[in-house]
Every structure is written in structure tokens, then in C-alpha cells.
């Protein structure tokens, strides 16, 4: 179909999705996010599929939000788990947890997602995150527990895709 995708029998404009790695390529693990949208650059997606490297999260990211359907974010989260192991959440569950998980960056998703709500209208989200092995070593090298997690990171990003539509 040209501009338009069948969604529950009608005909639907497609939905923009933005894929958002954030994290601070510097210290090791912290950039599990920018790696993952860095490797999935190899893929071919179509136009309303946007890959963006936002380092470390900002409210310069509200405007592209505003224009965001549905945001797919790569981070690294601790949660006190092995690191290496992946986690597949809703900012939503953030606030059932109790502070378990939280950004490792200055400004949370979560904080710059509800000024975007403030300011207009919040994308629905899907959190892919990474535990870190170490966030205070400079490096550009991911660990190679969370090295080893970037591929099926890759996978859960396509499953994504692929339920909003996107083949």
C-alpha cells in the first residue's frame, strides 16, 4: 500500500517511530544504547522509521517526540540483575518499581516523556535496557557481558517493529 497500513481492518497513516540510543559513549556500558542504534543503521527501514543518537537524554528531544508515534529507547538501567541481562518495559512500570530501575543519566526518559505530555502529546513507549557492568571506567568498549547482549537487543527492537507493523 502506498502511504497507508492495513490496522485493525482500516487504513491507517503510518505510524512514526523513532528508535532513540541514549547513553555516554565514554563510559563503557553507558553507551549500550548508542551502539545498538548505531548497529541497527546496517538495516533498511522505511521513511517513518527514524534512528537517533540522543547521548545523553534532553528536553531538545520534546519537539521530535511531539512528532513520535511510537519510540522504541536503547539504554542501559540499573537494576541490580547480571550484567548483560535484558529488560523490556513501559516508562509506566517505572514508577511500580519503587526506584528498583533508574536512568543513569541527568535527566530520566521518564522526566523529559511527562514534559512532553505536558507540552503536547506523549508517544507510546517501549524501554529496551541493558544492567551495566561498569559506568565509571572510560572506555569506548562495551563490557563483554553487555557486547554480548547487543544482538538479541537488535532482535527485540525488530519484534517491535515488526508488531507495529514494520517488516
Known amino acids: 500500500m502506498n502511504n497507508e497500513q492495513m490496522r485493525g481492518g482500516m487504513n491507517m497513516p503510518p505510524r512514526n517511530i523513532l ?3 541514549v547513553g555516554n559513549l565514554l563510559l563503557t556500558d ?10 541497527l543503521k ?16 534532553s528536553h531538545q528531544l520534546i519537539p521530535v517526540l511531539h512528532e513520535t508515534d511510537l519510540l ?18 513501559s516508562p509506566d512500570d517505572l514508577q511500580f518499581k519503587s526506584g528498583q530501575m533508574s536512568s543513569l ?15 503536547g502529546k506523549r508517544p507510546e513507549t517501549i524501554i529496551i535496557a541493558v544492567q551495566p557492568k561498569s559506568v565509571s571506567t572510560w ?20 519484534n517491535e517493529l515488526k508488531k507495529a507493523g514494520i517488516s
Open 19 to 21: 528508535i532513540l540510543g
Open 72 to 89: 522504541i529507547v536503547v539504554d542501559a538501567v540499573e537494576a541490580g540483575d547480571i550484567p548483560g541481562s535484558l529488560f523490556k518495559f
Open 139 to 158: 572506555s569506548l568498549e562495551l563490557s563483554d557481558e553487555v557486547k554480548a547482549a547487543v544482538p538479541k537487543a537488535i532482535e527485540l527492537v525488530l
Open 30 to 39: 553507558d553507551g549500550f544504547g548508542v551502539h545498538v542504534v548505531n548497529a
Open 42 to 57: 546496517s538495516h533498511t527501514f522505511p521513511d517513518t522509521v527514524k534512528l537517533l543518537d540522543a547521548g545523553v537524554v
Open 105 to 119: 543519566h541527568q535527566l530520566s526518559l521518564t522526566d523529559v516523556l511527562q514534559m512532553t505530555e505536558l507540552t
